[in-house]
C-alpha cells in the first residue's frame, strides 16, 4: 500500500534536494530542438549521463538536425556510436526513425495514439517524448527511477520495469505534479548521486526517515517491545470522546483493516469497494484518493509477526499521536500461550 504522505514528502524534499544538487547537461537547456531532445534520449538509454555528456558535441556536430542525419547510413552511424557502446543497437533505433520521418514527410507524432504507433514507442522514449515534446506529464522510467522508487515505497525484488505495471503506475502518479520535468530530472540525479545501484549514500539521504529500504537496512530503528500483554495498557490516555469504542486488532497485518474501523484517514480509492460500502468514503480528495468517513473505534491494541506491516501500521497511526508500542510483532499463538 501507498501512503499520500509519503509522496508528498518523497516529492517535497527532492524538490528541495534538487535546488543544490541539480546536474547540468546540454540536452537539459531550454529551448532545444526536437531533434536534440528524440536523439539524447537514445543515447542516454543505458549509458551513464557522465559519459553521454563528454560524446555529444561530437555527435551533434557531426549530426546538428535531421537534414544531415537522412544523410547517415547505418554504417556510418554504428562508427560514430562506437565509443559509446550499445553502437548497433542505437544504429539500428536512429535509422529507424529516419525511415519512418521520411515516410510521414518529416512530421513527428502529436498525440498519445501517433505516438505508440510509431518508432518511438518503446518505454522510456515513449514517456520522454510526451515529457518534453507533447509536454505532458509523464515519468522517465528507467531502472534507475526504479531503484529509487522501490526503495522508497516498496523495498521489494526488482523486476523489469516494461513488464512492471505496478512500478508504471506508481512512477506517474508521483511524477503528476505541475513541475513534473523538474521532479523527472530530481529522482533520476538523486538515483546517480545518493541511491546507488551499490552502496547507496543512506546517511545523509533526505528520505530516509520514511523509506522502506532504509528502515529495513538499519536495526537502530526498530521500535522497543514492551512487555507483551494481551490486555491493552488502560494506564495510556485513550479517553476520546468521539471515539468511545476500543479496538483489538488481532493480526492487523499493514492496518489496512484498523484504517477502515478508525476512518478520517486518506486512502487510495481502490482500497474501497464503494458498491457495496459507499457509506464508508467521507469525500473524494483527488481523482486517486479518498477520505474514509470517521468511526467510533479507537484502536489500543495490534499486531502482526513482520515488521513490514508494524512499520506500515506506525506511518499511519503515529501521525494520530498512537505511540508505536500499541503494536505488537507477535504470533497469536505466541500470544495466546503467554496468556491463556
Not at 534536494?17 to 546540454?26: E, S
Not at 560524446?55 to 552511424?77: C, G, H, M, R
Not at 508504471?168 to 505541475?178: A, G, K, P, W
Not at 459507499?278 to 502482526?304: G, H
Request: net charge positive; proline share 4%; charged share 30%.
Amino acid at each position: 500500500m501507498v501512503y499520500r504522505n509519503d509522496v508528498k514528502y518523497f516529492r517535497k524534499k527532492l524538490l528541495a534536494w534538487f535546488d543544490d544538487n541539480k546536474r547540468y547537461f546540454p540536452w537539459r537547456r531550454e529551448g532545444i530542438s526536437n531533434y536534440e531532445i528524440i536523439l539524447s534520449e537514445i543515447l542516454l538509454q543505458r549509458t551513464k549521463a557522465e559519459t553521454v555528456a563528454k560524446y555529444y558535441n561530437v555527435f551533434f556536430n557531426k549530426y546538428p538536425n535531421w537534414d544531415s542525419l537522412i544523410q547517415a547510413t547505418e554504417k556510418d552511424l554504428e562508427a560514430i556510436l562506437r565509443p559509446l557502446g550499445l553502437y548497433k543497437h542505437r544504429a539500428k533505433r536512429i535509422m529507424k526513425i529516419v525511415k519512418e520521418l521520411k515516410e510521414k514527410d518529416g512530421e513527428l507524432p502529436k498525440t498519445k495514439v501517433e505516438l505508440q504507433e510509431s518508432s518511438l514507442s518503446t518505454l522510456y522514449i515513449a514517456n520522454a517524448f510526451e515529457l518534453f515534446i507533447l509536454k505532458k506529464r509523464a515519468p522517465l522510467l528507467d531502472v534507475n527511477m526504479a531503484r529509487v522508487l522501490n526503495r522508497y515505497f516498496h523495498f521489494r525484488e526488482f523486476r523489469d520495469v516494461r513488464n512492471d505495471i505496478e512500478l508504471q503506475e506508481l512512477s506517474q502518479d508521483v511524477i503528476n505534479v505541475r513541475n513534473c520535468k523538474k521532479l523527472n530530472w530530481a529522482i533520476i540525479d538523486y538515483a546517480a548521486s545518493v541511491c546507488k545501484s551499490r552502496r547507496p549514500q543512506c546517511n545523509i539521504c533526505v528520505l530516509k526517515k520514511r523509506c522502506k529500504y532504509y528502515f529495513f537496512q538499519n536495526d537502530s530503528l526498530e521500535v522497543g517491545e514492551p512487555q507483551l500483554s494481551i490486555y491493552y495498557d488502560e494506564k495510556r490516555n485513550y479517553n476520546n470522546p468521539g471515539k468511545p469504542i476500543k479496538l483489538l486488532s488481532l493480526f492487523s497485518g499493514c492496518g489496512g483493516m484498523d484504517l477502515g474501523f478508525e476512518g478520517g484517514f486518506i486512502v487510495h480509492k481502490n482500497s474501497v469497494n464503494t458498491t457495496l460500502n459507499p457509506d464508508y468514503v467521507e469525500k473524494e480528495v483527488d481523482k486517486n484518493y479518498v477520505k474514509l468517513r470517521p468511526t467510533k473505534f479507537q484502536t489500543v491494541f495490534a499486531n502482526d509477526i513482520i515488521n513490514t506491516a508494524k512499520y506500515a501500521w506506525v506511518n499511519y497511526f503515529e501521525k494520530r499521536g498512537y505511540s508505536p508500542e500499541i503494536y505488537h510483532v507477535e504470533s497469536i499463538v505466541n500470544l495466546v500461550k503467554q496468556h491463556k
